[in-house]
C-alpha cells in the first residue's frame, strides 16, 4: 500500500518491535505531525494522586495553541488490556497542573535553545 500526499511517497511499513516504530516517530515529527511542531521525547507525567506515566513523547503546535500526549504502540498490544489503560493515565495527568507547567518549561527552554543557536 503506498499513499501520495502533494509531492510525498508513504510507503506501508510493518515494525517487529516498538522502539522500531518509537524511533520512527520521534526521528521524523515534522513527517508524522506536521512542519511547525515542537516535540518533546519521553517525559514523565503524573496525575494530582502521583500515579505516574511516560508518554512516547508531547507535542506542541504553537500556530493551532493544542499540545498533544504521543503513545506509540504496536496493535498487537491490544486496545483494552494495554493501550487504553496507557492513554488512560495520560489523559489523567495531563490535567494536572504541574504537568502542564513542566510542559510549558521544557518548550520555552527548548526554544531559548534554538533561539540561541541561530
Do not use: C
Not at 26 to 47: D, H, L, M, R, W
Not at 89 to 101: E, G, H, L, S
Amino acid at each position: 500500500m503506498r499513499i501520495i500526499l502533494g509531492s510525498r511517497l508513504f510507503k506501508k511499513a510493518e515494525f517487529d518491535e516498538e522502539s522500531e516504530l518509537e524511533k520512527a516517530v520521534s526521528s521524523n515529527p515534522s513527517v508524522v505531525f506536521g512542519e511547525e511542531v515542537i516535540y518533546i521525547p519521553q517525559k514523565a507525567i503524573e496525575t494530582v494522586g502521583g500515579a505516574g506515566t511516560v508518554p512516547d513523547g508531547i507535542v506542541i503546535n504553537p500556530p493551532a495553541e493544542r499540545w498533544y500526549i504521543v503513545e506509540v504502540e504496536l496493535a498487537r498490544h491490544g486496545t483494552w488490556g494495554h493501550i487504553a489503560q496507557q492513554v488512560s493515565r495520560q489523559i489523567v495527568a495531563a490535567d494536572n497542573p504541574r504537568t502542564k507547567k513542566e510542559t510549558l518549561k521544557t518548550v520555552l527552554s527548548l526554544i531559548q535553545v534554538t533561539l540561541l543557536r541561530w
